[in-house]
């Protein structure tokens, strides 16, 4: 996959549904009955990159109060989705120590790497930072896949789509736009900022909700990269 070439293509079918009010708002968001959980592997950013998110999203919160932003806690990127989110999943439901040690076999087998952080892209629902790859991340991701395939463990990896990019969802839609040309200009305006690169020295394993909430999650096992 090219990633720049997908970002783009997103962005300019999204950016031209929210222009004309055709987005999508999430109204799960501030629910307290969403019983939806799983579990994930996730990537944080470090702090120097949170920090420039956090500028983006300060202006854009001056413009549109009233929708979500990510607070740097929740900031993450999914390395892979090994149970996806569905109402009533609980922990005591499966073996975490299984899980632990099938993931450290495959990640006992690579070395960290790095992401950048460059530009925004859009879907109908959320704004996200475009994160770009190297091929260390994919390989992971098809390491962890085969390991999976091959094991009996829960799991419903690529069952809702096969990830394959490095975003970041900070904005999420969950009221009406009141100043939604102010939005898409500042958007346009963060469209290629450089946020930063990180290296990538750890991964975390969490029992998680929907929107990786800080108060709903649980880190169950960090991994560390050679």
């Not at 996959?1 to 962005?11: C, G």
């Not at 031209?16 to 009955?33: C, M, P, R, V, W």
């Not at 990159?49 to 932003?69: C, S």
């Not at 999420?172 to 009141?178: A, H, V």
Request: aromatic share 12%; with cysteine; charged share 25%.
């Amino acid at each position: 996959m090219n990633l720049a070439e997908h970002y783009h293509k997103l962005y300019t079918e999204s950016i031209a549904k929210i222009a004309a009010g055709n987005y999508e708002t999430d109204h799960l968001i501030d629910s307290d009955t969403d019983q939806r959980f799983g579990i994930t592997l996730v990537i944080r950013p470090d702090t120097a990159t949170k920090y420039k998110i956090q500028q983006f999203l300060t202006e854009a919160k001056a413009i549109e109060p009233d929708q979500y932003y990510y607070q740097n806690a929740d900031i993450h990127i999914t390395l892979m989705s090994i149970i996806s989110c569905y109402d009533g999943f609980d922990l005591k439901d499966i073996n975490v120590q299984d899980y632990i040690q099938l993931i450290q076999q495959v990640l006992g087998k690579h070395k960290s790497f790095k992401i950048q952080f460059k530009g925004l892209t859009a879907s109908p629902s959320c704004i996200l930072i475009q994160g770009f790859l190297t091929d260390t991340l994919n390989e992971i991701r098809d390491d962890l896949r085969a390991a999976f395939k091959n094991s009996e463990l829960q799991q419903s990896i690529d069952k809702r789509y096969a990830i394959q990019t490095a975003h970041a969802t900070v904005i999420r839609f969950r009221s009406e736009l009141e100043n939604k040309n102010a939005l898409v200009q500042l958007i346009e305006k963060y469209r290629d900022f450089d946020f930063g690169t990180f290296q990538v020295k750890q991964i975390e394993l969490v029992y998680n909700d929907w929107y990786q909430r800080e108060k709903y999650v649980k880190k169950l096992h960090q991994f560390s990269l050679s």
